[in-house]
């Protein structure tokens, strides 16, 4: 099974500040790598596909990058919305299997 | 607009079984690949079940291979999961999800692009 490590499990930023978070896999996932947003009693969001591109509707400041184990989300200028757990996930897996790393918490400084 | 609404969700005990719904709308249903996907409460996200377009083929996580089975009736845009031998590290809410059409290269591998808000299961004496 391939584990996902995200780093680091809480990151406190401030509003306008750049924040980014990391996602390790325990082998290569290709590009074949997600990230998604949850928010409090919500459902998760899908921000980042292919390691790099954007999900239908996601604003600019997100950005993904990466590719083989290591993954890296970036949002450029953190809004007051932004701040919630954030989960990348592989599938890459055959036959399908598909892990989510821990989460990282993003908090407000 | 895509809505994925799940129910079925109750408390039940160790060794019993359940079986949860999610009913699909706003996109074609038989054209995608749907999955459950458990979170336990104040926990991450686990992935437990995927079937095709057609139900023709299904995938399981360990943790529940052999208890749980994924199924899908097409002709009423349905998602189930008929859930036995529950035991308390299930307890969790089980969300729905639609396989995106964001494929790789290979045509294989996709990510989930919606979700539902989940129903609840408790397993508990």
């Known amino acids: 099974e391939i584990v996902m490590t995200q780093s680091p499990a809480t990151l406190s930023v401030s509003p306008g500040e750049r924040a980014t978070l990391s996602c390790r896999a325990s082998q290569s996932v290709s590009s074949n790598l997600a990230w998604y947003q949850q928010k409090p009693g919500q459902a998760p969001r899908l921000l980042i596909y292919g390691a790099s591109t954007r999900a239908t509707g996601i604003p600019a400041r997100f950005s993904g990058s990466g590719s083989g184990t290591e993954f890296t989300l970036t949002i450029s200028s953190l809004q007051s919305e932004d701040f919630a757990v954030y989960y990348c996930q592989q599938y890459n897996n055959w036959p399908p299997s598909y892990t989510f790393g821990q989460g990282t918490k993003l908090e407000i400084k | 607009e895509v809505q994925l609404v799940e129910s079925g969700g109750v408390v039940v005990q160790p060794g019993g079984s359940l079986r949860l719904s999610c009913a699909a709308s706003?996109?074609?249903?038989?054209?995608?690949?749907m999955h459950w996907v458990r979170q336990a409460p104040g926990k991450g996200l686990e992935w437990v079940s995927l079937?095709?377009?057609?139900?023709?083929?299904?995938y399981y996580a360990d943790s529940v291979k052999g208890r749980f089975t994924i199924s899908r009736d097409n002709s009423k845009n349905s998602l189930y999961l008929q859930m036995n031998s529950l035991r308390t590290e299930d307890t969790a809410l089980y969300y729905c999800?639609?396989?995106?059409?964001?494929?790789?290269?290979?045509?294989?591998?996709?990510?989930?692009?919606?979700w539902g808000q989940g129903t609840l299961v408790t397993v508990s004496s």
């Open positions: 706003g996109f074609t249903f038989d054209d995608y690949t």
């Open positions: 999800a639609k396989g995106s059409n964001y494929y790789d290269s290979s045509g294989n591998h996709n990510p989930f692009d919606y």
């Open positions: 079937i095709s377009w057609d139900g023709g083929s299904t």
